[in-house]
Structure formats: C-alpha cells, structure tokens
C-alpha cells in the first residue's frame, strides 16, 4: 500500500479517465468519479505528508508505516471522512460547499457499493458535475496542478467551460443583489442613510472584537462585517508586553446592518470583491497565553488544608 502522493494521484486520474469513457447519463460515470474524487483527495493531504493519512493508533505502527520505518503488513489509513476535513483545514479554496458537495458524492458511491441500492441512477449528474470540477480544481492545484493535467483534453475543456459559467452566473447574481440594496438604501432619506451608517460601524467596531472583519459594504458602503473559518498554522510574537497570535482565515459570511446585504460562501463573496484571506490578529497578556498564575492570587492555606484532607482520606481508605 502507497500513501505517497504520486501514485494517489496517478491512480486518481486513471479512475477519473475511467469515468469519460462512460457518458454523463451512465450511473457508472458517477461512480468512477466518486471514487477518483476520493484517490484525489487523499494525494493533496499527501502532498502535504503521507503521514497524516495515517490512522492514529497507540503503537503508532501506521504513522511508522507512512514514514517507511515500520515493518507493518496492513497499514489502515483514515477514513474520508477525516480526508476531508483536512482537505478543509490545509486548503482554504476547498470551502465548506465543496466539501458538502463531495462528501454526498462519497456518500452515494459507499451506497453503491455496500448495499444493493442503484445510487447513481437517483443521482444524475446535473445534481453534482459542477461542485465535482471545482473540487478537481482545488485539489489538484493544491498540489500545483491543474484541472489541464488531471482530466484528458475534452474533458478539461468541458471543465473549464462549466466552471466559466458557473461563475458567471454567481456574479450575474450577487450583482443583482448588490444593485437591489444599494437602490433600497439610496430610496432612504439622507438622514436615515446617514443614521443607519454610523449604526453599523458602532457595530462592526463593537463585533470586530468578536473574531469578525471588518470591510466596506459593496451597496451602500458602510462598515459591515465577514465571518470566516481559520486555517494554517498561528504565528505567535510578543510586542511590548503582549503576546500577538495571528491567524489566516478564509472568508465564508458576509453581513451589511446598514442596508442589509448577506452573502453566503465563497463564491459569492469572491464575485463581490471580498475574496482571499485575511489575517485575525488575537491579543493576549503572558498570563493567558501560558496560563500563568500570579501567586499574590493564591491562596496557599486552602492548598495546604486540600492536600492535609486528601491525605486523611488516603490514610483511612488504607485502614480498611
């Protein structure tokens, strides 16, 4: 067995190559596809370190395995269930409608084969083929490759095209929802525009501290607020006393209280211009980042007098 990320991924175009052979209206192209999906999945965790495809187990036999150390005959890697998850932690474009999209996937292909279900056949693929491209994106050029190098010519083409249209049609309608708010919010009196503006910057100042971020409103623009998830590693600095911990996070909510604008995901927020990462920027004194104790605050005869009491129970515990 290979976790290494050549051969997953050499394996995942082969089984991606398989399902071309099957038109779109096949089950069996859905099944093809679904499990190359997965073998793809597992070669960007891979690409990152064979190791973290190792299933966690006391002996660490597995995580030796992975490391070309162990002697181990049948190593057991994660689910991909866990494969995803990491995919969502390690790269930020594999966003959290990506990964809902490809777990259904997965899903119907462990219906397919575990039981005596038809799963495909309930699950055309005009349900899933866009979602099934824009993982392939993502994923392989996590690995700095492309949908070019993962699909066969036609099929790259047919990606690139429906992945054109597909965001032509996430601007086509944030810029509708755009253009309805900023026209509400101009319809307002001025008095009322201005009221409702400073409003929402007294409320993105106050939720800033929230673990929001801060941003100019597309329709009307006033302050309104992005939500995110974090991913990659914390960096960790002290300045003038304080411990700085900044974390990049990938955007996925967007809320304006001024005119009332949502956005959700990151397609959409992308087609608005508030694409990309940012960088949340937590605050700390020594004492709460290391869990430090101030011994003024310590009450030295309530320890003293717990241990003397656990102590006596030790002793009579013993006497019995």
């Known amino acids: 067995m290979s976790w290494?990320?050549?051969?997953?991924?050499?394996?995942?175009?082969?089984?991606?190559e398989r399902a071309s052979l099957c038109s779109r209206e096949d089950p069996q192209f859905g099944l093809w596809c679904s499990i190359g999906l997965e073998l793809l999945a597992r070669a960007a965790v891979a690409s990152v370190s064979p190791t973290l495809l190792a299933e966690p187990d006391q002996e660490q036999k597995y995580l030796l395995y992975a490391l070309k150390r162990g002697s181990e005959k049948n190593p057991k890697s994660i689910a991909i269930a866990k494969v995803l998850n990491l995919c969502g932690k390690l790269f930020p474009e594999f966003t959290p409608e990506i990964h809902k999209s490809v777990s259904a996937l997965v899903s119907r292909r462990n219906d397919e084969l575990h039981s005596g279900n038809s799963a495909f056949e309930e699950y055309p693929s005009s349900e899933w083929l866009t979602q099934f491209y824009r993982a392939c994106d993502v994923l392989s050029r996590a690995m700095s490759e492309s949908i070019d190098t993962l699909l066969t010519p036609e099929d790259a083409a047919e990606a690139k095209r429906i992945l054109a249209e597909s965001s032509k049609s996430v601007k086509a309608e944030v810029d509708k929802l755009i253009g309805t708010h900023k026209g509400s919010f101009e319809d307002k009196p001025e008095e009322e525009q201005k009221a409702a503006t400073a409003a929402s910057?007294?409320?993105?100042?106050?939720?800033?501290?929230?673990?929001?971020?801060?941003?100019?409103?597309?329709?009307?623009?006033?302050?309104?607020?992005?939500?995110?998830?974090?991913f990659g590693k914390e960096t960790v600095s002290g300045v003038d006393g304080e411990v700085h911990v900044r974390q990049s996070v990938s955007p996925r909510s967007f809320a304006c209280s001024a005119c009332g604008l949502k956005l959700q995901g990151y397609a959409q927020l992308d087609a608005a211009g508030l694409g990309g990462s940012y960088t949340r920027t937590t605050y700390y004194s020594p004492e709460e980042y290391y869990g430090l104790v101030d011994p003024s605050d310590v009450d030295e005869e309530a320890i003293i007098q717990r241990y003397l009491d656990d102590m006596a129970a030790d002793a009579a515990y013993d006497n019995d």
């Open 201 to 230: 910057k007294v409320e993105a100042d106050k939720r800033s501290y929230e673990k929001y971020h801060r941003v100019s409103c597309p329709a009307c623009g006033s302050t309104a607020l992005i939500q995110g998830d974090p």
């Open 4 to 16: 290494d990320r050549d051969p997953l991924w050499a394996k995942a175009r082969l089984f991606i």
